[in-house]
């Protein structure tokens, strides 16, 4: 059974950095997708960038393309997602999650495996 734990939320200025970093428990097979998910309140889960180990594929929404980045170490095997030039609408509960079947997909509920999230507060 995969668990996940997500990690490395915190504060920050606009502007800011953080890194975010999923520990991954169990075996994950190369050929699935993991997902970094996003929630504001009362908004919806969505989807903000993908990674498949198998090509080291990887997929971002157009919200965080060029301020997101998604890794992953394999010898921890963690998950990480590098934000820089963070905004105020980045404020989120930010979770990973893993694909339940093969392909890519960006929809929330193609995913499980969720973690408790980690919470990610950009102020102006």
């Known amino acids: 059974q995969v668990q996940l734990a997500e990690s490395g939320g915190g504060s920050v200025q606009t502007g800011g950095s953080l890194r975010l970093s999923c520990a991954v428990s169990?075996?994950?097979?190369?050929?699935?997708?993991m997902g970094w998910f996003r929630q504001a309140p009362g908004k919806e889960r969505e989807g903000v960038a993908f990674r498949r180990d198998l090509g080291g594929s990887t997929f971002y929404t157009e919200s965080v393309q060029g301020r997101f980045t998604i890794a992953q170490d394999k010898i921890t095997n963690t998950l990480y997602l590098q934000m820089d030039s963070l905004k105020p609408e980045d404020t989120a509960m930010y979770y990973c999650a893993v694909r339940a079947d093969w392909g890519f997909s960006f929809r929330t509920e193609d995913y499980g495996n969720w973690g408790q999230g980690t919470q990610v507060t950009v102020s102006s």
């Open positions: 169990g075996v994950i097979d190369r050929r699935r997708w």
